[in-house]
């Protein structure tokens, strides 16, 4: 039998209408190269192929026999379980005359598969019941029919260089002791599969050749071998990952000239940094000298600015904003929600009013957010048209049709993981004179502090600069995780709140939800702001804010925290990011539970700008039940003040595929490879493909055919969303 990758399942001998449907609908199987990459879940241990006599009940061993019997029975429900069940035993006899049994639950198929009389290799760990040895739930290998004359020997010969059985994700229907027998028949069926990477690439990483590598990680003989299988196919997925993002920057570039920003003698920026109350950090001035770089040069700046809360990030995005203004451009900044937007610029007002805003010869500052005021509205459209405009600050709103600068020089995002890859495109698109193909200078800003390995992958296709210095004076924040065992320590945390707000202190409180409706279980922040009004802080003045009030009303609120009027700030999650008052010094978060790692340092964040010592409490189990998976979470937030730890740790936790959603394409097709423990592979691929790159942009030399297609089966997509771009 000769089977192609395209072809598809039905192929595959036994695989009729049904199954296929169900490898589709399940599993998204279609044809024989998808089941070749549908890999094992993980893999059994056979254990050695033994004779039941020597075999030590806990272990792992694989029996060999023949099957004498099936019996089926019902077991009816009993305690809280709540339906029948069907049993299958089996008997089965092995060559030296032992009889062993094999049970199984609701797995009446094994049955007709491994039908009376057939010889058998059965996988599992042996467990003794009523005086019996047995093997539950067994993994089975049909190894032929005694009436075909099976040597027992021989089949176990062959097993003993098999010992790891692979385990498959199933889906209703097809179980993956089925899904083990299809793959061996389209292994069997497929001559050598192809390789899309240059066998000198493979032997300078030491790694094996694809067709050894599919093989492998469906039939490892033993863990060197499923290893190295699942080294060559983790490669595979960050190879074609870095090519990716490299590409698309490289087109970007390539079709794009940028333009020169470079810092001026004598000019804004100059004169900001020297205006500034304190001298930057040594961290803030190397990004100065790496930006400065960037700005100057024809090519276009593509820089992610990663720090982690606190860092002075802000401090860096205005001078670059500034740079632009130096070389007769305007700067955009923008902001993922209304609150941050505002946020940043009342920031950059005060860092530039010794420069002079919105005055005679002065900077022209604006804010634009989909609360702006319809006239106000047409007026700033009108001035960034006209040039008047220096700088502006805004959310989505800056994307929106009719938004058109005379000449945008440089951009800032923040808190670029809520915005994709197009709105990164659409803001860069915005200069007013279509005709022209260059391209701002772009900053991305993140407070989410990503480990190195996940910002060269998510953001391969940016150049990146760590702040990686707090401003002096800063000390971390106290965190404590208080669960409901602790009952009284809520009441000395309130105590404490109390007296720090009579020293002029501020305090948030954070609660996942906004409205009591929204959930069954779990604080709504309009209880609780009416339980501590009423109760706890009566005297103290409590302060709303959360998403569905109306811009008017969340200004108010946070200007009365902000003044000190009221000492405590009930709110969700839209404090999350970016809101700087100084005389915070406590944080209060209500069923920490619901909040993930980086999300809970983002909160913590808020606290502990000022010299102040700050404090956190992580209130959680007060509303359900404490996972130990969660608990675990929340004491590595306690227990660490670093944000790069942390996020290290969280990637260790959860994965990457839940740190990052769609929007940051690619990550999600990473099935084998995992950045926390795959860097050198992170790292060896962005240098291969950089390489690639740079003697070959397009992918066009006849050599890298194969890499071509298989970035533009990969991303076609992302490239879509770019082509707006280049033919913009
Ligand atoms: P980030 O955006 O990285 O969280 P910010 O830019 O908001 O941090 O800065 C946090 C606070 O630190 C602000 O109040 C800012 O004025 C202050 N700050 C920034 N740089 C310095 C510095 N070099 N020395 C002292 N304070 C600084
Ligand atoms: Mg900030």
Not at 36 to 46: G, I, S
Not at 167 to 195: M, N, Q
Request: aromatic content about 4%; some cysteine; overall charge negative.
């Amino acid at each position: 039998m000769t089977l192609e990758l395209t072809d598809p399942v039905t192929a595959l001998p036994g695989v009729g209408g049904v199954t296929a449907r169900r490898l589709a609908d399940g599993l998204g199987i279609r044809t024989v190269e998808e089941l070749l990459r549908h890999y094992p879940r993980t893999y059994h241990d056979a254990g050695e192929v033994l004779d039941v006599a020597e075999v030590a009940e806990g272990e792992p061993a694989t029996l060999i026999g023949e099957v004498r019997r099936w019996t089926g029975r019902r077991v009816p429900p009993r305690g809280r379980r709540r339906r029948s069940l069907d049993l299958l035993e089996g008997e089965v006899r092995q060559a030296s005359g032992n009889v062993f049994r094999v049970t199984y639950f609701n797995q009446s198929f094994r049955r007709q598969r491994l039908p009376e009389g057939s010889v058998v290799a059965f996988s599992g760990v042996v467990k003794r019941f009523r005086h019996e040895l047995q093997l539950a739930a067994p993994e089975a290998q049909l190894l032929g029919r005694v009436a075909d004359d099976v040597d027992p020997d021989a089949a176990a010969r062959r097993l003993e260089h098999q010992r790891l059985l692979a385990v498959y994700p199933a889906t209703e229907g097809v179980t993956s002791f089925a899904l083990s027998e299809l793959v061996e028949a389209a292994l069997a069926g497929i001559g050598p599969l192809g390789d899309w990477v240059d066998p000198s690439i493979l032997d300078e990483e030491g790694l094996v050749d694809l067709d050894t590598a599919i093989r492998c990680i469906h039939r490892p003989r033993d863990h060197a071998e499923r290893r190295t299988a699942r080294r060559r196919l983790a490669f595979d997925e960050l190879f074609g990952l870095q090519l990716g993002v490299q590409w698309r920057r490289v087109r970007l570039e390539a079709e794009t000239v940028g333009l020169d920003n470079a810092p001026v003698d004598g000019g804004a920026a100059e004169a900001f940094l020297k205006v500034l109350p304190f001298p930057p950090t040594a961290a803030q001035r190397r990004a100065f000298d790496e930006l400065g770089g960037d700005l100057a040069s024809q090519r276009a700046m593509h820089r992610l600015l990663q720090g982690d809360v606190g860092s002075g990030k802000t401090l860096v995005a205005v001078w670059a904003m500034l740079c632009a203004v130096d070389n007769g451009r305007q700067a955009a900044l923008m902001a993922p929600t209304a609150v941050l937007a505002e946020q940043h610029h009342r920031t950059l007002t005060e860092l530039l009013a010794p420069l002079g805003v919105n005055v005679l010869d002065g900077l022209r500052v604006e804010l634009l957010t989909s609360a702006t005021p319809v006239a106000q509205r047409r007026r700033i459209l009108g001035s960034l048209t006209s040039g008047e405009v220096d700088l502006i600050v805004g959310t989505h709103a800056l994307l929106e049709e009719g938004v058109r600068f005379a000449d945008l020089g440089v951009t800032v995002i923040d808190e670029q993981h809520r915005f994709g890859v197009a709105q990164r495109v659409t803001l860069m698109e915005k200069s007013a004179d279509a005709a022209t193909t260059t391209t701002p200078d772009v900053l991305v800003m993140t407070a989410t502090p990503i480990p190195r390995s996940l910002a060269l992958t998510v953001y391969g296709d940016l150049d990146v600069t760590v702040l990686d210095e707090l401003p002096p004076g800063r000390q971390p924040v106290v965190t404590a995780l208080i669960t409901p065992e602790e009952h009284g320590r809520r009441a000395r945390v309130y105590d404490f709140v109390r007296r720090e707000a009579a020293q002029g202190r501020r305090a948030f409180v954070v609660c996942p939800f906004v409205d009591p409706s929204d959930v069954a279980d779990g604080t709504a922040v309009v209880d609780e702001h009416a339980r501590l009004a009423d109760g706890e802080f009566s005297e103290v003045g409590v302060a709303l804010v959360h998403g569905r009030m109306t811009p008017a009303e969340k200004d108010a609120a946070m200007t009365a925290f902000r003044t000190g009027e009221a000492a405590v700030l009930v709110a969700t999650t839209v404090v999350e990011v970016g809101v700087d008052v100084p005389e915070a010094t406590m944080i209060l978060i209500e069923d920490a539970e619901r909040f993930g790692v980086s999300q809970l340092h983002q909160l913590r964040g808020r606290v502990g700008r000022g010299t102040d010592r700050s404090y956190c409490v992580l209130f959680a189990g007060w509303s359900g039940p404490l996972a130990d998976d969660a608990r675990r979470r929340l004491e590595v937030v306690a227990a660490n003040s670093d944000g790069f730890a942390l996020a290290e740790a969280d990637l260790e936790l959860r994965g990457e595929g839940q740190l990052f959603g769609r929007a940051q394409s690619g990550i999600t097709d990473l099935r084998l490879a995992r950045l926390s423990r795959d860097r050198d592979l992170v790292a060896a691929t962005r240098r291969i493909a950089a390489r690639i790159l740079a003697t070959d942009p397009g992918l066009d030399d006849p050599v890298h055919a194969g890499l071509k297609s298989e970035v533009l089966r990969r991303y076609e997509d992302d490239l879509d969303a770019l082509g707006a771009l280049e033919t913009g």
